[in-house]
């Protein structure tokens, strides 16, 4: 048996992730998590109304055998804790070790490498975090990206998918 959370499911990614993974026959349970109504779920999709920065994630993903993480708050807080992308990329990694998820994917970006004129080319996953300091979006996915980093360092046998469009 196969359970898979996908976050930020009403979002346009998130809902086109629900399809994908919907039709994936060894998929046997599908949960769709958002604090927004999620437009015309498919039928075999359960729906968890959450906000990922207060929700007990540990219960919502109970039981998940792969946790898709796609929420993002698009709109910077007032703040750089509570409410950032950092700190909801936190508390899944928290939640999802303390549910036992043996596999996370997260969204990031390729802007965590920085436009840089002495970048490689081609760029491979090889080459260093080297995010604008002045783009706040691409230091956040950099920051991210390491919270993954620690994730795997921390739960020895444990897997990690970057998607970085």
Do not use: K
Request: glycine share 6%; charged share 20%.
């Amino acid at each position: 048996m196969s359970t898979v959370v996908v976050t930020g499911a009403a979002g346009e990614l998130g809902s086109r992730m629900l399809a994908l993974v919907a039709d994936d026959p060894s998929v046997d349970r599908l949960v769709a998590v958002d604090h927004r109504e999620i437009a015309a779920p498919l039928p075999r999709v359960e729906v968890v109304c959450a906000d990922l920065n207060t929700a007990d994630l540990a219960a919502v993903f109970a039981g998940a055998d792969v946790v898709v993480h796609l929420a993002s708050n698009t709109v910077p807080p007032a703040d750089d804790t509570t409410g950032s992308d950092v700190h909801m990329a936190r508390r899944v990694r928290v939640g999802a070790a303390a549910a036992g998820v043996p596999h996370v994917v997260v969204r990031s970006s390729a802007t965590v490498y920085g436009a840089r004129a002495n970048n490689p080319v081609p760029l491979t996953e090889d080459a260093p975090l080297r995010p604008e300091q002045r783009f706040g979006w691409a230091t956040e996915r950099a920051d991210i990206e390491r919270l993954v980093g620690e994730w795997l360092v921390d739960r020895a046998g444990s897997t990690a998918t970057l998607l970085r469009p």
